[in-house]
């Protein structure tokens, strides 16, 4: 049986380890082949921002992971527009972000979709399993 | 009800590990069901056996130790974050040819699989983080 499992992405891609951490776990839940979506909320918006360049910090950059999320039939991912404009971003601030339906002639489609901040409470309340990070 | 819970954060660092303690004898002692505790992030910390807290303070550590021991639950800690953060037992010492291990009597070691099949056996999961 699958269930529908949320992981709510709510801090910086550095700065703490919650982000690479929930990255880990995403990547084990997929392999259980569950129904996984993503939210990325206040700070969590960051974590899927373009260009990112960790050099200067010397920590590992993982970015590129979520691009290959799509790979693993992860690719509902909810970005909250209120965090974004809070923080004086748009979507065009976010990496392109895309996977393959398999439904559609592997047409190549965007993993990413801006929802309210209502359409983010209606969307973590259909799920059966919420992991907040 | 059986639950499965996530701490995320390290012993006396935050409350969140006095908080799921609180929640999972309260729990037990409604006649629910624990069917695993896992501990990610700094919670893996929560498995050290080497803690001294001052005489006054509670010891976490040792209060786990005894939910395991009294009520069988199971408390596993992820490996990679355990790795990480210097958190081993005996078998994982050996195999990383360190000279110590340091993990409480009542935990096991064992991969982020665990939780995601704790989320899926259980009813509810409940998150103990920041």
């Known amino acids: 049986m699958s269930k529908k499992f949320m992981y709510v992405n709510r801090k910086a891609p550095y700065g703490t380890v919650y982000a690479l951490e929930s990255l880990e776990v995403v990547l084990i839940a997929a392999a259980f082949e569950q129904d ?20 200067g910090i010397g920590m590992k950059g993982f970015s590129a992971t979520y691009n290959a999320l799509g790979d693993y039939d992860v690719n509902k991912f909810y970005v909250e527009r209120e965090s974004l404009e809070e923080r004086g971003l748009t979507e065009d601030d976010l990496m392109p972000i895309v996977y393959e339906d398999e439904d559609d002639d592997w047409a190549e489609k965007p993993s990413v979709k801006i929802v309210s901040r209502a359409e983010m409470a209606q969307v973590l309340s259909e799920q059966d399993v919420t992991l907040s990070f | 009800m059986k639950f499965t819970i996530l701490v995320n954060e390290g012993p006396y660092q935050h409350q969140s590990s006095d908080s799921a303690l609180q929640f999972i004898r309260a729990a037990l002692e409604k006649g629910h069901e624990i069917f695993r505790v896992f501990f990610y992030h700094d919670g893996v910390n929560n498995g050290t056996r080497l803690a001294v807290p001052p005489k ?75």
């Open chain 2, 56 to 130: 006054d303070d509670r010891l976490i550590q040792n209060e786990w130790s005894a939910l395991a021991e009294e009520h069988g639950v199971d408390l596993v800690i992820c490996i990679a974050a355990a790795q990480r953060r210097g958190l081993m037992d005996a078998d994982e010492a050996k195999r990383q040819g360190l000279d110590a291990n340091n993990i409480a009597p009542g935990f096991r070691i064992s991969g982020l699989g665990q939780l995601i099949d704790g989320n899926i056996e259980a009813d509810r999961t409940v998150v103990f983080g920041d």
């Open chain 1, 36 to 55: 996984v979506s993503l939210a990325f909320i206040d700070d969590g918006v960051y974590q899927i921002a373009k260009g990112q360049d960790t050099k």
